[in-house]
């Protein structure tokens, strides 16, 4: 019931909380007037600017009287037109006009606004014309090109029908900027999953059929990574989140080893004795940085049905023999190098190297030479990020790299006790929108969790949905996935999909943002060092926990909770929030939301402070996390980001590398590009052309080139707030 100063009827109050009122998309909530008060200060507010206390006194007048019509028509349940009906009665009988009109003219903006979300001419008149919206929603899409264009044209069709698909009342959160139901513009139009850990293990040793080709098992690592760039590429173009290669120096070393016994053989016959395995040796190390070269090439040439090259992660690392060790060596040296005659930063794949005490953490450990060109990688192009395997072990179970960003499998083991990483999949993500549940709720915890409770049973309903619209794909769909070993098991076309997915195979994530948001509604801007502040943002992610394992043993299938990578999102609750709540200081007022659990990026923690902050999260969001550390340039200082390593390695599970190394083409500048409007800007000559300078930033899990490929308006300014100093 309403918080503002006045004389409740105490019959009108004890009738007015049995009430429910029945949602457009038939949800019963109860019956809340303040929500009726909020919407006429907005209107008045809209008319005369600022709210007098006599405009303020008559508002609250103006809301008995609409309770006390509402208390006296009705017992249980009221539509929310007959609301507004009331509302807009009262307000005529006050001789409200104005306020009146306003009021009437805001429902029907709201009305057209859902109307535009699924009119498809509308959306399309945006592509068009270039609307940022649509055009700059993935960082990793190109829009000047044919297929892109294409893409995004079916995706406006998608996201229409989808909207019209969804319940209800999941659409309406959706559209309010409650919830957010990603890839919209291909689910739930069509039952395609999201991101993958690729079985690439049994699919070059038992061979797979991709279109009309049957395709045997490879007898060289160099066919080898032929045949894992045509895989990606039909995966990435077969679902539409990420996938990756889990452990694939490991993956490759027996057909490197082939290659090495072609060699040697060889040299039995042309080379003399004691010099038969240093030649093997060395062809077979050419052999590895060639194939592992063309792959980098490839996955960086590639280009997806949906016009965007594949998000690629390869993870390496634990391999200890001289093939797995020329393997990791080798991708660290061909990444160091860069692309082209220009050497450019790859953007993918991304490199996901792993740490281990008693293997590479420490100077007496075997592979600690193959961690210091890890570290020489990161200070020039930022990757790799890494692992620390004990605490990934810890955090889900057992280990495995993410798929894609940061979405992680929990350890899982099949009717014979066998553990099963690869072949596994993540069947979606809707992401709850925080900040708009602690700003409603302005101050009241009681009202914040009353609200959380219900827009939880919202993210459940649309999380089922998912799930059961995914079990609506055949194999025919997806062969690649279902059927040539993509996701593990074969099934043939008659079988159902679902048998990969159920028994917590599968993942499906509840997602989130803003938590430093919701803290700063509560306790201020500057709360980060208030344990009380921190102790409720941590409960806040107990809470998800506790439902979604709830949920999972109800449903069969592991729900996880998931810090979402709001590359655009943290651009679009804002907006719709500031639209709804008006500019809050160090919450709307940035235009930005912060992603996960992440410290402000406007304040200047050292990486250990930050690091510290942030440990204590991924316990209960182990589905998908990642830390980020900033540093200022790095080249010349790798014992600095090593420390940072160590540090983290019994702290955190996973760790990316955020340094400047732009490079200017026209002067030689190698640092920080300054942003501006019209892009980043060498600071030296102020080239700020694409072509002869290359600007590669963090773009929430992954590396992106905004000047190529404008990033949405939020990305674009918390990147350009960073300014960090590490001493």
């Known amino acids: 019931m309403m918080t503002m100063k006045r004389t409740d009827n105490q019959e009108v109050t004890t009738n007015l909380k049995t009430i429910k009122v029945i949602k457009r998309d038939d949800r019963l909530v109860d019956f809340d007037d303040q929500k009726i008060y909020d919407a006429l200060i907005k209107a008045e507010e809209k008319i005369h600017g600022k709210l007098s206390p006599l405009s303020d006194a008559r508002i609250q007048s103006i809301v008995e009287r609409v309770d006390a019509e509402i208390s006296e028509r009705f017992n249980t349940n009221v539509k929310i037109y007959e609301i507004q009906n009331i509302v807009e009665h009262i307000l005529l009988e006050h001789n409200a006009y104005e306020l009146a009109e306003e009021y009437i003219n805001y429902r029907t903006r709201r009305d057209f606004e859902r109307s535009k979300a699924t009119d498809i001419n509308f959306t399309i008149n945006k592509l068009i014309n270039k609307d940022s919206t649509v055009v700059n929603e993935n960082a990793n899409k190109d829009s000047d090109v044919f297929n892109t264009q294409r893409d995004l044209t079916a995706g406006i069709v998608g996201k229409s029908i989808g909207l019209k698909m969804l319940p209800a009342y999941v659409a309406n959160a959706h559209q ?15 039952p395609m999953t999201n991101c993958c850990l690729i079985d690439f293990k049994g699919m ?104 965007q090259t594949p998000f ?128 409603e709720a302005n101050g009241d915890k009681e009202k914040f969790w009353s609200i959380f409770n219900e827009r939880m049973q919202i993210l459940k309903g649309a999380l089922v949905y998912r799930i059961e619209r995914c079990k609506e794909a055949t194999p025919a769909n997806a062969p690649i996935l279902y059927m040539n070993g993509a996701f593990g098991e074969r099934l043939n076309r008659n079988e159902s999909v679902n048998e990969l997915f159920k028994n917590k195979r599968a993942t499906v994530s509840m997602g989130y943002i803003g938590l430093y948001e919701v803290a700063t509604a509560f306790y201020g801007g500057e709360w980060e060092h208030n344990p009380e502040a921190k102790e409720f943002t941590l409960e806040i992610l107990k809470n998800m926990k506790a439902s979604a394992d709830a949920w999972g043993n109800e449903y069969g299938y592991h729900f996880s909770v998931y810090s979402t990578p709001s590359e655009s999102l943290t651009d679009r609750f804002c907006r719709l929030d500031t639209e709804k709540f008006g500019e809050v200081e160090n919450i709307t007022d940035k235009e930005y939301y912060t992603n996960s659990f992440h410290y402000d990026v406007r304040k200047d923690p050292t990486p250990f402070e930050k690091l510290d902050f942030e440990k204590d999260y991924p316990k209960y969001c182990s589905g998908g996390f990642i830390h980020y550390c900033e540093y200022p340039v790095l080249q010349q200082n790798p014992k600095a980001l090593e420390a940072v390593w160590d540090y983290a390695y019994d702290r955190v599970g996973y760790l990316g590398t955020n340094t400047p190394i732009d490079h200017c083409y026209e002067c030689g500048f190698e640092g920080d590009f300054h942003p501006t ?33 404008p990033m949405v308006r939020g990305r674009h300014k918390e990147i350009s707030s960073r300014v960090k100093h590490m001493k």
């Open 176 to 190: 309010k900027g409650e919830i957010h139901y990603h890839d919209l513009d291909y689910h739930p139009y069509t």
């Open 204 to 307: 070059l040793n038992n061979g797979f059929k991709i279109g009309n080709a049957e395709v045997e098992p490879p007898r060289s690592i160099q066919t080898a990574t032929a045949q894992i760039s045509q895989i990606i590429a039909n995966v990435a173009s077969s679902q539409y989140g990420g996938c990756s290669a889990d452990r694939i120096d490991e993956l490759l070393a027996p057909f490197a080893e082939k290659n090495y016994e072609k060699h040697f053989k060889d040299a039995q016959e042309w080379v003399a004795e004691e010099k038969r395995e240093d030649y093997a040796k060395a062809k077979t190390r050419k052999d590895i940085y060639d194939a592992m070269q063309s792959l980098e090439y490839e996955i960086n040439t590639l280009f997806t049905s949906n016009g």
């Open 312 to 439: 690629t992660s390869l993870g390496f690392g634990l391999g200890t023999s001289w093939f797995e060790r020329e393997i990791q060596k080798a991708i660290l040296n061909i990444r160091i190098a860069g692309l082209g005659s220009e050497k450019r930063t790859a953007i993918f794949p991304k490199l996901i190297f792993t740490i281990k005490r008693g293997l590479n953490l420490n100077p007496t450990d075997p592979n600690y030479d193959v961690k210091q060109l890890a570290l020489e990688c990161a200070t020039k192009r930022m990757y790799p990020d890494i692992l620390s395997y004990d605490k990934i072990v810890e955090l889900t179970g057992s280990f495995k790299v993410p798929m894609g960003c940061r979405s992680f499998l929990q350890g899982w083991w099949d009717e014979n006790g066998n553990e099963v990483n690869a072949g596994r999949m993540n069947l979606g993500v809707v992401t709850l929108n925080l900040p708009r549940i602690a700003l």
């Open 677 to 709: 409007e019209r892009g980043f800007e060498c600071p030296q000559c102020g080239n700020h052309d694409p072509k002869t300078c290359d600007v590669v930033k963090r773009t929430c899990g992954y590396l992106g080139n905004p000047q190529a490929r």
